[in-house]
């Protein structure tokens, strides 16, 4: 048994995901009724990668920013450019492919129970009352924005504070990172139970009517992961971006499209970084931020769901109304959780732009949850790894200007 541990475990992670996918959707199509006990693989690995995530990042900015060297330089900057750019232009791809592959929807009632931000003053508003959270509270929501607020504060008073200090406290993020590493090792067994819940419960039977829409929207998704993000990165590097692409959108990608959650992902892409060689006082800081901020896929799927909204209702959308929606589902987007299905609660507020009233945008809500099985799904593995993509671009940027990449 210990050879055999010793042999799985020299398997690449990647590869071993695929073969708990494999089992997974084996297992939920012959045998569903027997061997129902397989799901709660996936959501004991859901569970402990959302337990570990908010002291991970407490831990990690804290310790990161507290042993920062004063006048050493990050490249913040230069990812928040990034991390805009990319949310920015995923809401124009979302628009565009809208008008040119106009999309109807067929409504029905549904979340009538979920309570979405009325307008834009109480995104802000939320966002304010989060920044200013109880830290313990904010541990115990995994209220991220609160998380980072205080990880920030703290380890800018503790620039000042003894070496042993900041040893006890680098101790503490090393032992955390050590526990997720442990998490990660059973990436296989809890993807074999997200694969087996997903397809034993929903199947694909529930997308049938809304196949268009989730063609639309996976299709720009698609083309912000494999066309749009590249060339960004290429701008800053002026070198082939795809190695990298696709190897986020391996190892980072994959394992958030089960997750279902930025949030929880923030510790893969942690270790990923990491693998990479990147400049861990930037990454500890960028990865946690690009879970919250970051969401390119979120801009995608309000805008096109807006629009498809508009469609249905009959409403002629002007050139100029369409801007100001690329900008507003890029802003909405950077407010949405990290968690599944966050994006689709901000819909209303691109919807009333149109003055589309608020039952028929809870009703475009429903339209999401049911499609949600793949596009909520990509839209989490293209967020999660666009986050290590643009922290590796600002990289490589940095390491070119000073001639160290050719």
Request: glycine residues 8%.
């Amino acid at each position: 048994m210990k050879n055999i541990m010793l042999k799985w475990n020299q398997i690449s992670l990647v590869k071993r995901i695929l073969i708990g996918m494999i089992v997974g959707i084996l297992l939920a199509v012959t045998i569903p009724d027997s061997t129902k006990w397989v799901s709660i693989f996936g959501s004991l690995f859901v569970g402990a990668l959302k337990a570990i995530a908010p002291i991970l990042v407490l831990f990690l900015v804290m310790s990161a920013i507290s042993k920062h060297k004063s006048g050493k330089q990050t490249n913040m900057k230069t990812i928040l450019v990034l991390y805009g750019l990319g949310t920015l232009l995923a809401g124009v791809v979302g628009v565009v492919a809208s008008f040119l592959f106009p999309v109807n929807l067929s409504l029905s009632t549904g979340a009538q129970d979920v309570a979405p931000p009325s307008g834009i003053l109480e995104v802000l508003k939320t966002l304010l009352f989060n920044i200013v959270d109880n830290p313990v509270n904010a541990l115990l929501n995994a209220n991220y924005i609160g998380i980072l607020t205080w990880a920030i504060l703290l380890g800018l008073v503790l620039k000042k504070a003894a070496e042993t200090t900041k040893t006890v406290i680098a101790n503490f993020s090393d032992a955390i990172t050590n526990i997720v590493k442990w998490i990660i090792d059973l990436a296989p067994l809890g993807i074999m139970g997200l694969v087996y819940d997903a397809i034993s419960t929903n199947g694909l039977s529930a997308l049938k009517e809304y196949v268009q829409l989730l063609v639309l929207l996976l299709g720009c998704m698609f083309f912000v992961a494999l066309v749009v993000n590249p060339i960004i990165s290429f701008i800053f590097t002026r070198q082939n971006p795809y190695p990298l692409v696709l190897r986020t959108l391996r190892e980072s990608g994959l394992t958030a499209f089960f997750t279902r959650s930025s949030a929880a992902n923030i510790p893969v892409n942690m270790t990923l970084c990491k693998k990479l060689g990147l400049d861990e006082d930037t990454y500890s800081v960028s990865i946690p931020l690009g879970a919250t901020i970051n969401m390119a896929g979120a801009a995608v799927t309000i805008s096109v769901l807006t629009l498809a909204a508009a469609n249905t209702m009959g409403i002629e959308v002007d050139i100029w109304t369409s801007i100001i929606l690329m900008v507003l589902s890029a802003v909405s987007a950077a407010g949405a959780s990290g968690v599944a299905g966050g994006s689709l609660l901000l819909i209303p507020l691109a919807c009333s732009l149109f003055g589309i009233p608020n039952d028929i945008a809870m009703q475009v809500i429903g339209v999401g949850f049911v499609i949600s099985v793949l596009q909520d799904s990509c839209e989490t593995a293209l967020n999660s790894s666009s986050d290590v993509l643009f922290t590796a671009t600002a990289d490589i940027a940095k390491k070119r200007k000073e001639g160290k990449v050719i």
